[in-house]
Every structure is written in C-alpha cells, then in structure tokens.
C-alpha cells in the first residue's frame, strides 16, 4: 500500500469541498493500492469529525481516504508552529510522498512556504512537491516576487503551477488531433487558416467571489491563464524533443510571440453594481472582454487571434474554433459556401467538431455546411476524469507536462500587462444578463 500525506491550506474552501476531496476519492477508487491521508487547514473551528462533515454531508468515510483537520490562521505568525505535530499523529510511518496544496490566496504563498520548510525537511527521502493555484500574482512583478518566495524553500522541480484547464480533455487533446494527424498539421499555418478563436463564456455571475473577483476582472482572471495557456496548445510548434522540458519551451516560446493589437472591448453585466456596492461602489472592473492578437511567429503571421470570455451570457460554453481560409471559387461556385471550421469543445461536453460542405439526402444539386462530430462521452458512454483528478495524479506522478513553467508565466503576464494597461483607460460598456454581450 502506498501512503500519501495531501496537506491542503484552504481546507475548507470552495476548492477543497468541490474538486479537490472528490478528486482524490476517485482516484482512490480507481487504484486500490494508494491511501492518502488529507490534512485540512483553515479558519473554521472544527475539529476531525466537523470537517468530514463538511466535506461530505451523508456520505460514508472512504476508507483510503482519511480525512484530518487543523484550524489555523495563516496570517498570524505562530498558527503553523504545530504543523509538524499534526502532520506525524496522521502520518502511519514515512509516506510515499507529501503534497502541499495552496487552495488559499497567492498573498499567504510565500508565507506557507516558509512554515512548510521550518516544520518539515523538503529533502526527505520521500518526495514533497508544492502545488500552487491560480493566479499567480496580479501582474508580471507580483508574479516574480511571489516565485521567488517560492524558489526560496522549494526547487523548481519541486513546485506544480496548476491551471486546470489544460487537464481538461479536449484542451489535452489538442495536440494530439494536430501532431496525430497530418490532415490537420499541414494546414496549420496562416497560409490555411483565417481566424482562431477561444472563448470561454459563463452563464452565471461573479457569486461569492465578488471580493477576489473585483480586484482580478475577467482579463486577469481567465485571459491571462485559461485562454493563452490553450491558445499556446494551437499555436506552439512541434517540440524539438519528446520530454517534459522541451514541450513547455515550445509552449513558452508561443506565448512569447504573441502581441496585443491595442484594442480591446470590455463590459459588465447589468447588476454587479448591486453586487459589488459594499465593496467597491462605482467599480470599473470588467466581467466581459473581447480582444485581437496576432503572432510574430512566422508560421502564424496573417492570422487573426480573437479572445472572449465573460459572465452573465447566454449559455456555459467553451471552445477552440480555427476557421480555415476560403479559397478562390474553382468549382460549384453557384454555391456562396462558408468556410471550413474546425471546432475544439472543452464545456460542457468535450466535443470535436468539423464544418464541411456537402450535399444532404435527397439533394442532388444542393451543398450545404455539414458537422462531423465526434463525442467522447458519446461513443464510449464513460465519464472522463474530472482536471483535478489528472492535476492530482499527475502530481503524485511528478509529471509537469500538464502545469505551467515560471518562464511560460513570466511571458503570460507581460501580454496581459499590455492589455490591462489599455483596458484600466476604459469604462466597461453594461451588458444584459443573458446576452451574447
């Protein structure tokens, strides 16, 4: 039996209560040979059994997942002094590996990592990695000086930079449907392709994250991590070598050629002025925008990169959507045929569709555009896993393909810097709940 000890700080989160407790059950299910032994710390006054409770309200304890709490306040200076103790009474012996999960604000980063290197030895003959949520500072210099408290206390091999998104399975499959395929990686270029869009719409508000979301906005909240870390997965080119090193330089060196054309279009929802009134009356902060950029890499110049994403619209969906040139009329130009499209789904269903034109049954003489789709769930009538099950096991693997580098952030958060510089000069056109904006 492997043991594991999972220290989560924001034990009794949002995050923990809905992804990371389910996460780690199910891949308890899945793999009879592992136990892990979660250590929640948080604010709330509970004690062993309160924080079960909480975590799951009428189920049964799984029996290779045992759950332990320790109420502390982070920012108090000798909260943590009792880690060590904690951690050795729900520790059976020396586990397999310890993995330190930051399910807390990035401000409390640094201070976490310096009461994990005071209690525990970080070169212990068993692994311990530091998984740290998103986002990762609030600009390019936050972001550096929160790395480096990090690097301090930890080796860069050490630290898993996650953004879950890219362990969802349409986003991990993009580059296997383009390097897999030479249908698809011949034409992947500006001379083949017009426009590549990725949008992440949601069809709810901002809820109970209205006092982080405020200071974030949609551009530093999704734009910045969800929407360039997949439009990286389009636009990188083939990594000069198989291993995890490589991947995520080919990855960083896309997002590094990216430049923001200058304008940008933002909105807010009508209705998070009442939302927001306590906080911040009067606030500027978008919950929409929609902005252009293009590459300087010469595979992609030519190419138009349109980013969205916002709350409040019409319908959850996210998607990659790379629409192919129309080519000059040779043949059935009778016909005002659109263009081909190739359309990557990652929500609510993990989709993959193509655009063609055809004719339909019965019709001899007349083509229209038709959708091959395939569909995961579909064809094999299985649930896929869940991103923080992947990102969890991963982690246990010591596998980063699927979590960001330092470099790769860094390049990040200078684009977005660039365009927050544009978008905090504007005042946010309000939008109707609903709408497509």
Partial sequence: MEHYSIIIFGGTGDLSRRKLIPALIALADKDPHKHFHVLGIGRKPFDDQQFRKFLLPGAEKHPRVDLHYMAADI???????????????IEPGLPAGRIFYLATAYGYFGKIAENIERCCNVRDPFFTRIVAEKPFGSGRESFKKLNAELR???????IFRADHYLAKGTVDNILRTRFSNPLFER??????IERITVAVHEALGVGSRIAYYDQTGAIKDMVQNHLLQALALVLMRVPEKKDETAFRKAKTEAIRNLRFRGTIRTGQYRGYQDEVRDLNPGSRTETFAELQLHSRDRRWRGTDILLRTGKMLKKREAYIEIMFKKEPCSAYCEFDLPPNKLILHIQPLQNVELTINSTLPGEKVKLTPVKMIYCPTCEFKANTPEGYEIILDECIRGNKRLFM????????????????????????????AGTDA
């Fill in 405 to 432: 580098s330092e470099e790769e952030l860094s390049a990040a958060w200078r684009l977005t810097d660039s365009i927050t510089a544009v978008a905090e000069h504007q005042m946010p056109e309000i939008y109707e």
């Fill in 75 to 89: 920012e108090k200076e000798d909260s943590l002094l009792h880690l060590k103790d904690r951690m050795a009474e």
């Fill in 152 to 158: 301090a206390r930890f080796r860069e091999e050490q």
């Fill in 187 to 192: 034409v992947w270029n500006s001379s083949s």
